[in-house]
């Protein structure tokens, strides 16, 4: 199975921060990659496809790259709706796996 | 509007088993893979199963073969998982999800416990 290894557990941050979450596969998976934003109580928003294609709705503060092994999710101004956790997922093969999660919370 | 409303989950006894339904709506369901994805209280997200399209192809994760099976309906724009022999490690909210690789829309999710 591919392990997905997100860095860091925990991320204390302010409004108006730049952010980057890094998750790593302990294979390649090309750029089968996919990003999701969870708040607590609630279920999963999808926010990434591709590693770094914007699902429709999303706003642009929102990116993602990287290829191979190592990804990385940015928000580029943290807004109050952005304190959530956020998993990354491969869908390169079976089963898919997701990261441990990234739990951003307000400094 | 894509909705998906999962129903079935309680509290069952170990060995025990459950079945979990997801009703769809708002978007051609026959049309997609379908998942499910869950989530023990307080930890992270696991993928579990998924279907095809036309029911031909399924896949599990290593720790629900033999016990869970993934099916659907697509007359009745359901999804279903059969869950037998339950073990308490299997305590969680399980989600019904749109998608095969990425997966794009979420149910609310339904609570699974298991303890005697």
């Known amino acids: 199975d591919i392990q997905m290894t997100q860095s860091p557990s925990t991320l204390s941050a302010s409004v108006g921060d730049r952010v980057t979450i890094t998750c790593r596969a302990s294979q390649s998976i090309s750029n089968w990659l996919a990003w999701y934003q969870q708040e607590p109580g609630k279920a999963p928003k999808f926010l990434i496809y591709?590693?770094?294609s914007l699902q429709s709705g999303v706003p642009s503060r929102f990116s993602g790259s990287g290829s191979g092994t190592e990804f990385t999710l940015t928000i580029s101004s943290l807004q109050p709706d952005d304190f959530a956790t956020y998993y990354c997922?491969?869908?390169?093969?079976?089963?898919?796996?997701f990261g441990q999660g990234t739990k951003v919370e307000i400094k | 509007e894509v909705q998906l409303v999962e129903s079935g989950g309680g509290l069952v006894q170990p060995g025990g088993s459950l079945r979990l339904s997801c009703v769809a709506s708002g978007f051609t369901f026959s049309g997609y893979w379908m998942s499910w994805v869950r989530q023990p209280p307080g930890k992270g997200l696991e993928w579990v199963a998924n279907?095809?399209?036309?029911?031909?192809?399924?896949y599990y994760v290593d720790s629900v073969k033999g016990r869970f099976t993934i099916s659907r309906d697509n007359a009745k724009n359901s999804l279903y998982l059969q869950m037998n022999s339950l073990r308490p490690e299997d305590t969680a909210v399980y989600y019904c999800?749109?998608?095969?690789?990425?997966?794009?829309?979420w149910g609310q999710g339904t609570l699974v416990t298991v303890s005697s």
């Open positions: 591709r590693a770094s």
């Open positions: 999800v749109r998608g095969e690789g990425w997966v794009d829309h």
């Open positions: 997922l491969q869908y390169n093969s079976y089963p898919r796996t």
């Open positions: 279907i095809k399209e036309d029911g031909s192809e399924k």
